[in-house]
């Protein structure tokens, strides 16, 4: 691959603990964003655009052309800007090819009616395994990484690697497995093809808690240290003590409190359901279906 290192700004957003990112081509004006973040009250059911607008403000002062709009999956924690970005600045919006069995799951949860399609199509490129793209003149692997959920990806661009929620620093661990379609097992698999990209591989997360003991929020790691010292999957630890761990710890965590709404508007790739016949859009809460 040419321009082995791109340019990679990150934006932290401590209401949700999430990274997203501002990906950059150094010998072109191309840039993709990763992961973006539409602010959002829970209490209120209110939306703004605060961290999508500081975005914009990035990328149109330097002069930077977006052509890709990517997720690494359909997040439960906070709700993509996708296409408020892709409207205010062009590129396309991608996922992993898997979204459609993420659609099928939720879609019934939600009762999504007829009118939500479960093939992709609210997407504009749904990525195979190993799919390659370009970024100006990058170019990105993506690698099929489920586990989290079944259209989780990794996005491979030249000593980087945007893995989402495979993994979040050593001192914290992994992400959990135990949402629909979620798998314990398939996540420890997932992880292995992300550690066995070369050692000095930059790794880029989607989420930080903050471990005990650590004072500051990190969301970037290298394979090196995620081999030696992550708590859950470091220091060669096998597939059975992974999933019999994972399982375990999965069942004593709560559900993140942007849930619900997150993955109804995730799902149609950040798009909002249609208005009803009073002209409002409405999100669901179903019952004892989580």
Not at 1 to 23: G, Q, R
Not at 175 to 191: C, E, K, M, V
Request: hydrophobic share 40%; glycine share 8%.
């Amino acid at each position: 691959m040419a321009y082995l290192k791109p340019e990679v700004h990150s934006y932290f957003d401590e209401s949700t603990n999430a990274a997203c990112y501002i990906v950059k081509d150094p010998s072109s004006s191309a840039c993709a964003i990763i992961d973006s973040i539409l602010d959002f009250d829970l209490a209120a059911g209110r939306m703004q655009t605060k961290h999508a607008d500081m975005l914009i403000g990035e990328i149109t002062s330097n002069g930077w052309k977006v052509k890709w709009v990517l997720e690494t999956h359909v997040h439960a924690d906070h709700l993509s800007a996708a296409p408020y970005l892709a409207a205010k600045l062009g590129g396309k919006v991608a996922i992993g090819a898997n979204i459609q069995t993420v659609q099928e799951v939720f879609g019934k949860i939600f009762n999504a009616g007829t009118e939500f399609e479960m093939d992709g199509s609210q997407f504009d490129r749904l990525f195979e395994d190993n799919d390659t793209f370009k970024l100006g003149n990058m170019d990105v692997r993506v690698l099929h990484t489920p586990g989290h959920t079944p259209a989780c990806v990794t996005y491979v661009i030249g000593d980087s690697a945007f893995i989402g929620d495979t993994m979040f620093m050593p001192d914290f661990g992994t992400a959990r497995a135990d949402f629909p379609g979620g798998s314990a097992t398939q996540l420890y698999n997932s992880i292995q093809r992300i550690l066995a990209l070369p050692d000095e591989t930059r790794l880029f997360l989607c989420h930080d808690y903050k471990a005990p003991g650590r004072n500051e929020f990190c969301w970037q790691s290298t394979v090196r240290e995620q081999k030696a010292n992550n708590l859950h999957v470091g220091g060669g630890k096998s597939e059975a003590e992974f999933v019999e761990f994972r399982t375990d710890r999965d069942k004593q965590l709560g559900m993140p409190k942007l849930i619900i709404p997150s993955i109804q508007v995730n799902m149609r790739a950040g798009q909002l359901p249609r208005p009803e016949d009073d002209g409002n859009v409405y999100l669901k809460t179903p019952l004892n279906k989580f």
